[in-house]
């Protein structure tokens, strides 16, 4: 009984960082969505400033469609911006902007954990999809060497989720480097430009905590169940 009380405290644990760390991203880009840079530059004027000064002239910019679906495609050197970064003339426009062209700036410089991450992604790619089966039938059945196997794949995932962290983190500085340095931001939004990029970066940390409290629970399941 108590086991089953600290499991299902661990899933409403992890439920809580996951929704507090997307409730201080949506938070804080409607806020800074909100406040015009003084230079009045777009988000996409921000890409390719930064990337023509990073010798990145060949780096592509697009326009998506999604809210915060902006990303970097190192398999085509572009950088993927949502419609209301790309248009917009924001501080979160900016700030997610310049995200995006860090880790194109990474890509160029051989980012070793860019690197990694990237070479793993088919591995992490197979592990989630039969991870999850192995755990749902493992339970169903109660074959606990399915759900071992399950809990290494969930590992796997950790794994990336952890590599990824520094790759965030980087981009991040490598962003705040660039708009400080081209004088896109004034001081005062710059210091905007920092609390959004760091919203954003504790998304990725709330992953990680989930993912470890997933396991954990896993293996106190598999240890009830074995006893």
């Not at 592509?60 to 917009?88: M, R, W």
């Not at 860019?114 to 992490?124: A, D, F, G, N, Y």
Request: glycine share 8%; net charge positive; charged share 20%.
């Amino acid at each position: 009984m108590e086991d089953a009380l600290i499991e299902y405290g661990l899933i409403i644990i992890s439920m809580v960082i996951t929704l507090a760390a997307q409730w201080f991203i949506n938070h804080n880009y409607s806020k800074y969505s909100k406040i015009e840079d003084r230079g009045g530059v777009s988000g996409y004027e921000t890409a390719r400033r930064i990337l023509d000064s990073n010798g990145l002239e060949n780096v592509a910019i697009n326009k998506v469609d999604g809210k915060l679906t902006d990303h970097y495609n190192p398999k085509d050197k572009t950088v993927n911006l949502s419609t209301d970064i790309y248009e917009g003339r924001s501080i979160a426009s900016v700030s997610v902007a310049a995200h995006e062209c860090g880790h194109a700036i990474q890509d160029k410089d051989g980012y070793l954990f860019l690197r990694i991450r990237r070479s793993i992604i088919p591995i992490v790619n197979f592990a989630s999809y039969a991870g999850y089966f192995a755990i749902v039938i493992g339970l169903f059945f109660s074959a606990l060497n399915l759900i071992r196997i399950g809990i290494l794949l969930e590992l796997i995932i950790l794994a990336f989720q952890i590599i990824t962290l520094p790759v965030e983190f980087n981009a991040s500085s490598r962003a705040l480097k660039q708009i400080k340095g081209l004088g896109i931001l004034e001081q005062d939004e710059y210091y905007g430009g920092r609390k959004m990029l760091t919203s954003a970066a504790l998304t990725y940390v709330a992953s990680v905590a989930s993912a470890l409290l997933q396991i954990v629970r896993l293996l106190m399941i598999v240890r009830r169940r074995r006893d």
